[in-house]
């Protein structure tokens, strides 16, 4: 199994990537008993601070566990039979107190910060504090803020760069695809085509001035 190395916060934001993928959120409660939910409506909502956000059904282990203690671990699988399976067992809806560690054959692995332990399994792990929560369509939105992440050794490049054939992001296709998974690795670098004039931006959010630096090489922003 890969020994976990911990990335400094201005690479957290490199680690998750792409930025919305299929999840397993590990909790506690507060009798410490261990839950695991996979989600694949996960996706990384600001980049610095580095925040994730995933909408949980209201009454499961996971969002009482979110409330109750204020943290939880998302825990990013790769598009592996063995791991994609090990997704599927998570999501079942066991009875309060089952540990889906237990059932999926998962492995609970220390957190630098939070109490909840995250999943040996997964290559990357994102520990997290709540930062605001919203009850919405009978769901509850989870918005938290990264305190530590790690990733499995040699799984990113010596600038803290995502090895996309090494962690294999996976995505979930929807409720309407039931078993469903596709791969999201087959990752290309395009030019910008744009030639024209560069627009200035004089206001204070950070994420365009980085935006602004990038110039030809940008991206999608937030």
């Not at 792409?18 to 996706?43: E, H, Q, V």
């Not at 990357?124 to 709540?130: A, H, K, L, P």
């Not at 799984?155 to 998974?181: L, T």
């Amino acid at each position: 199994m890969a020994k976990k190395q911990f990335q400094p916060p201005e690479l957290w934001d490199r680690l998750f990537a792409p930025s919305s993928c299929l999840a397993m959120i590990s909790t506690i409660d507060n009798k410490r008993r261990m839950n695991i939910g996979s989600y694949g409506t996960c996706t990384r909502v600001c980049h610095d601070p580095v925040h994730i956000a995933f909408t949980t059904g209201m009454g499961k282990d996971t969002t009482n566990n979110v409330v109750e203690t204020g943290e939880f671990v998302v825990n990013l699988p790769s598009f592996t039979e063995d791991l994609i399976g090990k997704v599927q067992v998570a999501g079942i809806v066991f009875d309060p107190g089952v540990s889906e560690f237990d059932q999926a054959g998962l492995t609970p692995s220390p957190s630098r910060i939070v109490r909840v332990p995250a999943i040996l399994e997964c290559s990357r792990n994102f520990e997290c504090r709540v930062e605001w929560t919203h009850k919405w369509a009978g769901r509850l939105m989870v918005v938290g803020r990264v305190v530590a992440a790690s990733v499995d050794e040699g799984c990113v490049d010596e600038n803290g760069m995502v090895i996309w054939d090494k962690v294999k992001p996976a995505h979930y296709c929807g409720a309407s695809y039931d078993n469903m998974f596709v791969p999201a690795y087959a990752a290309r670098a395009f030019e910008n085509p744009y030639k024209g004039p560069i627009p200035v931006f004089t206001g204070v959010d950070r994420s365009a001035a980085e935006k602004r630096a990038r110039t030809s090489r940008s991206g999608p922003g937030d």
